[in-house]
């Protein structure tokens, strides 16, 4: 079992930047992928970005803007978001996959104001 806490989320303007981070109860090996995705308010869960080992990739609406990035040492996933657009408003859940199990997290909002 793990369990992921976010943070960092808040209300922002547009062109503005923040950090989330994702603490995970325990270590995850980094061959364990571990990725950040989001919902806004009448849509689905979407992927934004994941890494695993040493790679990481992203969705093309972020690419560019935001980097994924982990710290082994202290457990944690963090996501760093520049040149936000209100577009990008959502809650953003961290997830990490470990066997056959998928967890995520409780999400933390992030507001882009225009």
């Known amino acids: 079992q793990v369990q992921l806490v976010e943070s960092g989320g808040g209300l922002v303007q547009a062109g503005g930047s923040l950090r989330l981070s994702c603490a995970a109860s325990r270590s995850i090996f980094s061959i364990n992928p571990m990725g950040w995705y989001r919902q806004a308010p009448g849509k689905q869960r979407e992927w934004v970005a994941t890494?695993?080992?040493?790679?990481?990739s992203y969705a093309e609406s972020v690419k560019g803007r935001f980097t994924i990035s982990r710290d082994n040492a202290k457990n944690t996933l963090y996501l760093q978001m520049n040149s936000l657009k209100p577009e990008d408003t959502a809650v953003y859940y961290c997830?990490?996959?470990?066997?056959?199990?998928?967890?995520w997290g409780q999400g933390t909002q992030v507001t882009v104001s225009s």
């Open positions: 997830r990490t996959v470990i066997g056959p199990k998928v967890y």
């Open positions: 890494t695993i080992s040493s790679t990481t």
